[in-house]
């Protein structure tokens, strides 16, 4: 799944329809952003560790910020084309059902 520079980048609007769907997600365009509030600083870390094993099995990376003890901020969007593409949108997806 993962995206190189030849990857178009959705426009503003196009985002904006696919996040529409996407609970959990906010659109923060260039980019898709969601903010989980765990029990605990275990919880927090296992909750990544399960996303990074997700992504590494899609080769598609969210960027991730542990912020105090127990609220994990995911980042998607893709480097190459500094936008969203459909597999940010396709990854947001997969999280949301591990979630």
Partial sequence: ?????????LSEADAAAHASDLDGWTLDYPKLRRVDTLPN???????????????????HHPDFHL????????????????????ADV??????????
């Fill in 67 to 86: 912020t105090g003890w127990n609220r994990v901020e995911l980042v998607l969007w893709t480097h190459a084309i500094n936008g969203i593409s459909l």
């Fill in 1 to 9: 799944m993962g995206c190189d520079g030849n990857t178009p980048a």
């Fill in 41 to 59: 600083f275990r919880k927090a870390l296992a909750w990544i560790n399960r996303v990074g094993m997700l992504a590494e099995e899609h080769d």
């Fill in 90 to 99: 396709e990854m947001a997806r997969r999280i949301r059902a591990l979630a």
